[in-house]
């Protein structure tokens, strides 16, 4: 697999927008506490890979409704990857190997 690393791009905080739109009508059930655009793709002129990190934010109690309702819409549950405590996913068609962006 090939990381690029891109000059910062204006589109990423306009995609963030839209996927973060897009989880708020899968999760309309679920009380979140925000859905956050984290990562070096948040940074405003910084140079990144062209994948965008999101973090959903809630309380212990409602994580597996809300690992239930991403993969019931199609996200690909990744585990904790190292982190314990967090759940990372991966978006529906999204594949690592392929160059583009994507959410992870």
Do not use: C
Request: no cysteine.
């Amino acid at each position: 697999m090939n990381i690029i690393i891109q000059a910062y791009n204006l589109e990423w905080a306009a995609e963030f927008d839209r996927v973060r739109k897009h989880l708020l009508r899968i999760l309309k059930d679920i009380p979140i506490l925000s859905i956050e655009h984290v990562g070096s793709t948040s940074i405003l002129g910084l140079a990144a890979k062209q994948i965008l990190d999101i973090d959903i934010v809630v309380v212990p109690e409602i994580l597996a409704a809300t690992t239930d309702a991403l993969s019931a819409a199609g996200y690909t549950n990744l585990g904790e990857l190292f982190v314990p405590g967090r759940i990372a996913f991966r978006q529906p068609g999204f594949e690592r190997s392929q160059p583009g962006s994507g959410i992870q």
